[in-house]
């Protein structure tokens, strides 16, 4: 796992692969057991930057998985890579 990542990463990201939806941050929380919508809301923005997942102005919030983050859930993404992205 990557330095600034936490278990919450990988299960947001899981959803968002198995889910193959867009979906709101509240229906993430909702969806992930024992992961609060605070937590939600702070690691959001931490993935975003690393390119692991998009969100939407429009419709506000909601957020998709990338390839990137498909890729690094398949282990075909280096610890080092991302630990660069996240910088």
Known sequence: MVSWMT?????????????????????????????????????LPKLEKAGLIKRYD???????????GRTYLAGNLSAEELESDAE
Do not use: C, H, W
């Open 7 to 43: 278990k919450s990463d990988d299960a947001i990201l899981e959803l968002l692969d198995e889910s193959n939806l867009t979906i709101p941050p509240m229906a993430i929380a909702f969806n992930i057991e024992n992961i609060s919508r605070p937590t939600v809301d702070r690691r």
């Open 58 to 68: 429009e419709p506000r919030g909601y957020t998709e998985i990338t390839q990137k």
